[in-house]
T-cell receptor
Framework: DVKVTQSSRYLVKRTGEKVFLECVQD?????MFWYRQDPGLGLRLIYF???????EKGDIPEGYSVSREKKERFSLILESASTNQTSMYLC??????????????FGAGSRLTVL | GQNIDQPTEMTATEGAIVQINCTYQ??????LFWYQQHAGEAPTFLSY??LDGLEEKGRFSSFLSRSKGYSYLLLKELQMKDSASYLC??????????WGAGTKLIIKP
């Protein structure tokens, strides 16, 4: 089974701190994604990457950056955390299932609270 | 524009059948996904429809009508473990996913 591992399940940070969220997948997938999930809203795409050192902005990239130095690792960086970045962050990678669909496999999530 | 709607919450009884609807508007379409998400856990893939009709997988089935911009997830023989949120996601013309807010399904004994 594909495994997507996020390094921290719960984090509490202070406003202005730099925050790193790490994500590693073990199935040699090309594509990796960072989403945030907030109550009452659909998943919102922050950034995605199609290959090493490649990154593309999603729908809500402001206040975030990413790094993909190795194929298996995709990091999300909050340069200066703010309270409105309190959220659940989900990392995912895609591979094709038997139907040919590009299926997302998610990590367990990182719940970030910014005080 | 693009949007996707599904009910916020539904309640059903153990052993019964429930249908969770998802309606969408989009200019380009490359399939519709359903994911299940238990509280505090990651979403997991349930089904994918790209052609009209019903896809059955055990107790779960998913239906698509592209002309009506409509899909549903049908869950049969409900079990308590089916209590979860069900997320509908549309793949647009660029293969980017647009997500519904999710339907929280509560199963009562």
């Amino acid at each position: 089974d594909v495994k997507v591992t996020q390094s921290s399940r719960y984090l509490v940070k202070r406003t202005g701190e730099k925050v790193f969220l790490e994500c590693v997948q073990d199935m040699d997938h090309e594509n990796m994604f960072w989403y945030r999930q907030d109550p009452g809203l659909g998943l919102r795409l922050i950034y995605f990457s199609y290959d090493v050192k490649m990154k593309e902005k999603g729908d809500i990239p402001e206040g975030y950056s990413v790094s993909r130095e190795k194929k298996e690792r995709f990091s999300l960086i909050l340069e200066s955390a703010s309270t409105n970045q309190t959220s659940m962050y989900l990392c995912a990678s895609t591979g094709q299932d038997l139907s040919g669909a590009n299926v997302l496999t998610f990590g367990a999530g990182s719940r970030l609270t910014v005080l | 524009g693009q949007n996707i709607d599904q009910p916020t919450e539904m309640t059903a009884t153990e052993g019964a059948i429930v249908q969770i609807n998802c309606t969408y508007q989009t200019s380009g379409f490359n399939g519709l996904f359903w994911y299940q998400q238990h509280a505090g856990e990651a979403p997991t893939f349930l089904s994918y429809n790209v052609l009209d009709g019903l896809e059955e997988k055990g107790r779960f089935s998913s239906f698509l009508s592209r002309s009506k911009g409509y899909s549903y997830l049908l869950l049969k023989e409900l079990q308590m473990k089916d209590s979860a949120s069900y997320l509908c996601a549309l793949s647009d013309s660029n293969y980017q996913l647009i997500w519904g807010a999710g339907t929280k399904l509560i199963i009562k004994p």
